[in-house]
T-cell receptor, first 108, second 117 residues
């Protein structure tokens, strides 16, 4: 019973930006928003996290809504290697709960 | 060097057997975890260990016992294996724990694919 809702799957074309949405309407004030991804036959890999402000790193950007009830992971230029399941997770003191995630397919 | 390593990568065994999966991290992290990913691909935390002390034990049968000889290792022993134990088991580590560092990043191992026949 994950606390986040994500689309089951999305498709993107190579070299184009991808916006992966996540709804977390029950988020509390102390919950951090984490994104992980899992490439085929590998363990999950950290992508990015944030609390209130938008965040950028070398992998992606995280846009957090002002009310914090939703967020969007942005891959600026999708590559074939970005094909994976992307998990949006709310982290509090004692919980790291993965949902079903969004399976991203990248077409050449 | 691999940050979080697990052995074996694949494990096929008969029902009723006892088996162990080993995990080692060379990141100097204080906290280690075991996760189970079932056939529907849901990842669920099983255990969390901080400095050799059990912090979290989700509703896991007592046939599963984590053992931490030192803070770089967290092994998973499974007694009397059942068909339903077939899954991929992931070890992970982080600098702080779930209870001690809300923003902590977890580093996952490559997984151990367990098949119980």
């Amino acid at each position: 019973d994950a606390k986040t809702t994500q689309p089951n799957s999305m498709e993107s074309n190579e070299e184009e930006p991808v916006h992966l949405p996540c709804n977390h309407s029950t988020i509390s004030g102390t919950d951090y928003i984490h994104w992980y991804r899992q490439l085929p036959s590998q363990g999950p890999e950290y992508v990015i996290h944030g609390l209130t402000s938008n965040v950028n790193n070398r992998m992606a950007s995280l846009a957090i809504a002002e009310d914090r009830k939703s967020s969007t992971l942005i891959l600026h230029r999708a590559t074939l290697r970005d094909a994976a399941v992307y998990y949006c997770i709310l982290r509090d003191d004692n919980d790291m709960r993965f949902g079903a995630g969004t399976r991203l397919t990248v077409k050449p | 060097d691999t940050a979080v390593s697990q052995t074996p990568k694949y494990l096929v065994t008969q029902m009723g057997n006892d088996k162990s999966i080993k995990c080692e991290q060379n990141l100097g992290h204080d906290t280690m975890y075991w996760y189970k990913q079932d056939s529907k691909k849901f990842l669920k935390i099983m255990f969390s260990y901080n400095n050799k002390e059990l912090i979290i034990n989700e509703t896991v049968p007592n046939r599963f016992s984590p053992k931490s000889p030192d803070k770089a290792h967290l092994n998973l022993h499974i007694n009397s294996l059942e068909l339903g134990d077939s899954a991929v088991y992931f070890c992970a580590s982080s600098q702080g724990g779930l209870a001690g560092g809300i923003g902590e990043t977890q580093y996952f191992g490559p997984g151990t694919r367990l098949l119980v026949l």
